[in-house]
């Protein structure tokens, strides 16, 4: 209920399913709700790694090297992609349909995303490549839990009106 403030977030996040909840006994569950505790750690991960990158950009730039600007625009938006999954894994654990779809879509469309941008040569660093690894492995990982049979059984489509 923390996040009732943010309700007109999550109907420009949601679109037509914003208020469609799945059954909350499902979510009580000890095995969903380890699974969550997982994607919660992981997206901690993913939010020091970003925090790293931009430490490591700025150690780099102090002692007088080049940080191209794609560095800086990619370590922000590590962190507003993962700060954006951080709200939509809060919501999906409260069982909203919507944030468990996106939460998934994203999960497996980020990693795709970056890593064909850091096949393009030159564009980034070594470091940076190795970071983009790590975070979309573990984004990854956080798609294949989302995947799961428990997972897909607690979050089950909305229902088409008239259907």
């Known amino acids: 209920m923390a996040f009732e403030i943010l309700r007109p977030l999550d109907r420009f996040a949601a679109g037509r399913h914003a208020n469609y909840r799945v059954d909350a006994e499902p979510l009580d569950h000890p095995r969903i709700a380890r699974t969550f505790r997982g994607i919660r750690r992981m997206l901690l991960v993913e939010l020091l790694v970003g925090i790293t990158a931009v430490i490591v950009a700025i150690v780099l730039l102090v002692s007088g090297q080049n940080v191209v ?13 993962t700060t954006t999954l951080f709200y939509f894994a809060a919501r999906a654990a409260e069982g909203y349909y919507w944030a468990y ?53 607690a979050f089950p489509k909305p229902v088409k009106a008239g259907a």
Request: charged letters at 10%; aromatic letters at 10%; hydrophobic letters at 65%.
């Open 101 to 153: 779809q996106r939460l998934t879509l994203f999960s497996w469309i980020f990693p795709i995303v970056t890593v064909v941008v850091s096949c393009i040569p030159g564009l980034y660093p070594l470091w940076m490549i190795i970071e983009q690894a790590i975070f979309s492995l573990l984004l990854i990982a956080i798609g294949d839990l989302l995947r799961a049979k428990h997972m897909r059984a």
């Open 69 to 81: 600007l794609a560095v800086w625009v990619r370590s922000a938006a590590v962190l507003g992609i």
